[in-house]
């Protein structure tokens, strides 16, 4: 687009001691555009067109100096640059990560924030006491051969058995590919294992465990499912462990016996989800996992913040906030060892980074390799900059617990959650649902249809051109913080609002609209076979 912006000019700085504001037009601002009063850098002529979510220098800035956004350096200056200049990530030295030794621990006490009471949502009370808000039966797998046969068990089990209960949401399979020819006893496969062991017992199904397996794959029903992980099971029949149809079962004569067992076998299940009505239970029950993909510049200004802003309100409302994505946080690292509620969580989150360093230096690489194309045509300069944006969407809490990859969050576990994951989308999400996550917020700037058939996914947009351009795939515009339109603080009341209504039903997203659902994508750090 070569047009001018029909709109003012408009820059906007996160901090006053910044050297860089970002153009928030869309199209972005032609060379020779005057900054008009009252934007950072005022007067200012463009030396060159900048393109929008980019930088431009407010002033000039020597070799080596370093370019302050939020605040913090993201980068040192590769030659002289002037003001007006468009500042990108060629003209900068990436900055090198904060050693994990000497950090602050649990130094920062966030001021306390008065209790947010009364609020609630209408959702699936489980045995375990867990909340559910949706009502889905989801069938385990063990392994990746019976993906196929599991899937038309459910297309079959959707045709003949859901329309008659209607109080069932959905059917589905959750389809891995893990589960053989991998080496199951290394060390690091306790962390794919634990994923889908703890996938199935998300509270969004209702405890309704059911597993197909092959039958000679290396994780057997028995090592995915041992007996006491699943109490729900264990008190319909003591011992029994939950239900499994296995392939290879000498009782399966042809496909057709194999897709009549399974879907005979979901009818006892449909039936008790069936006879569960949603209640009314305190805000307190949400799990709410935060991410963000595809970002841009605006991701740190406008969807990062109020997301950061509802997180607050959330934990507030003793509910639980999951954040995550390593290598978006590990520049921040001693902002979040700082924020850890007491040292030993500081000391889980130091733990936790610092495997990850070691996982990305074994395959000779580092927090670096995050970083998109399209994070950087949307004027994310490098990883340091990136992180900066990401971490707002943790609010302003004190840390409570960490969540090593996989891992399930107990009853006790309240607050702001670190869990320990990728930045991959579709792998951050995976592992956000094994930690027990029930609802799900997506920040996006280049725009992502992702979606999870597990859990609702609200998805928010940096930029209003975006959510004019994707209008049926967005549920939140956050673009309209950069306009001038909506506050940080409405942009995030207006999202929590949102969430106990998507959480209560009553709100469908439109990830859930379309039926726009990714793949589970384990995390294996361990070899394969
Ligand atoms: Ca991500």
Known sequence: ???????????????????????????????????????????????????????????????????????????????????????????????????????????????????????????????????????????????????????????????????????????????????????IDAPDAVIPIRTLRNISLNPNFGGEVMVVSLGCEKLQPARLLPPGSFPIADERDPGAGPETICLQDDAHVGFMSMLDDIVQSARPHLERLNARRRETVPASELIVGVQCGGSDAFSGVTANPAVGFCADLLVRAGATVLFSENTEVRDAVEQLTSRAATPEVAEAIVRELGWYDRYLDRGRVDRAANTTPGNKAGGLSNIAEKAMGSIIKSGSSAISHVLAPGEKLRRDQRGLVYAATPASDFICGTLQLAAGMNLHIFTTGRGTPYGLAECPVVKVATRTDLARRWHDLMDVNAGRIADGEASIEETGWAMFQLLLDVASGRRKTWAEHWRLHNALVLFNPAPIT
């Open 1 to 183: 687009m070569n047009a001018v912006s029909p709109r003012p000019p408009l820059t906007l700085r996160m901090r006053a001691e910044d050297n860089v504001a970002i153009v928030a037009n869309d199209g972005g601002l032609p060379e020779g555009t005057v900054l008009p009063e009252g934007v950072p850098g005022a007067g200012l002529v463009l030396r060159d067109k900048v393109p929008q979510g980019h930088k431009v220098a407010l002033r000039d800035i020597a070799v080596g100096e370093a370019v302050l956004r939020y605040g913090v350096p993201i980068g040192y200056a590769l030659q002289p640059i002037p003001a007006g200049r468009w500042v990108h990530e060629r003209l900068l030295q990436m900055p090198s990560a904060r050693a994990l030794e000497g950090l602050p621990l649990a130094t920062v006490r966030p001021p306390a924030a008065e209790p947010l009471t009364g609020y609630t949502f209408e959702g699936y009370r489980n045995p375990d006491g867990s909340v559910g808000t949706r009502n889905i039966l989801a069938i385990t797998t063990t392994v990746q051969c019976v993906a196929g046969v599991v899937a038309q068990a459910v297309a079959r089990i959707k045709a003949e058995l859901l329309p008659r209960f209607p109080n069932v949401d959905d059917v589905i399979g959750l389809e891995h590919s893990y589960g053989c020819g991998v080496a």
